[in-house]
T-cell receptor
Framework: GAGVSQTPSNKVTEKGKYVELRCDPI?????LYWYRQSLGQGPEFLIY????????DSGLPNDRFFAVRPEGSVSTLKIQRTERGDSAVYLC????????????FGPGTRLTVL | AQKVTQAQTEISVVEKEDVTLDCVYE???????LFWYKQPPSGELVFLIR??????QNEISGRYSWNFQKSTSSFNFTITASQVVDSAVYFC????????????FGTGTSLTVIP
C-alpha cells in the first residue's frame, strides 16, 4: 500500500514568511509524528498526535511552530515568522497506534529559509 | 544527555568486507524498543529492525545481523559481505513507553562501501 507522503518535497522561503508543510500518513495509522533533521544530525522529535489531539508537543522549539491534525489523518506543520535556523528537513512518521508498533517515515520536506 | 550514542561518524569499507555499526543507549525504562533505520542518499528513512527490551536474542536477516546486549546497553548492527548499495547513513533509535513512544535518534553513522 501507499506509504507516508509529504508535500512539498522542497520549500524555499524568505525569512519572516509563514510556511505550511503537509503530511499524509499511511491509511489507518492513528499515531503521527513530526521530526526535524538538521544536516549531519539524527531526526529530532517535534510533536506526536494520537488521533486528532497532540499527545506530546514537548519537542516544538518555540511558539512559532504549530501543528494540527483536525480529522485524525492528514497533518499540517505550520511555522510562522520563519528564521534561517529553521532550515532543515522536516520528517513525518506514522504508526498504527499500539506502543509496540514501528514508525514509518515519509520522504521529508526540505525547508530552506533565505 | 544523549539517549542514543553512535560514536562512529563515518566508516569506509571495501566491498565484501564485514562492517559493524555501534549503538549505545541510555534509559531508565524497563520496557523500551530499539530500532535501526537506513537513510540512503534519497533521504527517506527505511525501517530495518525493531527489538523490544525483553528479547535479547540476536537476529539475522540475510547479510544483516543485530547483537542486542542489555548488560552493556548496546544494540550493534553488522553487515556481512558489504555491497555498494549498503552505502547510506544508518540511525539507531530508542523508543520508551513512558514518553509517548517518540523516537530518540543517534547522530547516525555514514557508511561508504567502496567498489
Amino acid at each position: 500500500g501507499a506509504g507516508v507522503s509529504q508535500t512539498p518535497s522542497n520549500k524555499v522561503t524568505e525569512k519572516g514568511k509563514y510556511v505550511e508543510l503537509r503530511c499524509d500518513p499511511i491509511s489507518g495509522h492513528t499515531a503521527l509524528y513530526w521530526y526535524r533533521q538538521s544536516l549531519g544530525q539524527g531526526p529530532e522529535f517535534l510533536i506526536y498526535f494520537q488521533g486528532t489531539g497532540a499527545a506530546d508537543d514537548s519537542g516544538l522549539p518555540n511558539d512559532r511552530f504549530f501543528a494540527v491534525r483536525p480529522e485524525g489523518s492528514v497533518s499540517t506543520l505550520k511555522i510562522q515568522r520563519t528564521e534561517r535556523g529553521d532550515s532543515a528537513v522536516y520528517l513525518c512518521a506514522s504508526k498504527q497506534g499500539a506502543e509496540t508498533d514501528t514508525q514509518y517515515f515519509g520522504p521529508g520536506t526540505r525547508l530552506t529559509v533565505l | 544527555a544523549q539517549k542514543v550514542t553512535q560514536a562512529q561518524t563515518e566508516i569506509s569499507v571495501v566491498e565484501k568486507e564485514d562492517v559493524t555499526l555501534d549503538c549505545v543507549y541510555e534509559t531508565r525504562d524497563t520496557t523500551y524498543y530499539l530500532f535501526w533505520y537506513k537513510q540512503p542518499p534519497s533521504g527517506e528513512l527505511v525501517f530495518l529492525i525493531r527489538r523490544n527490551s525483553f528479547d535479547e536474542q540476536n537476529e539475522i536477516s540475510g547479510r544483516y545481523s543485530w547483537n542486542f546486549q542489555k548488560s552493556t546497553s548496546s544494540f550493534n548492527f553488522t553487515i556481512t559481505a558489504s555491497q555498494v548499495v549498503d552505502s547510506a547513513v544508518y540511525f539507531c533509535a530508542l523508543s520508551e513507553t513512558n514518553t509517548g513512544n517518540q523516537f530518540y535518534f543517534g547522530t547516525g553513522t555514514s557508511l561508504t562501501v567502496i567498489p
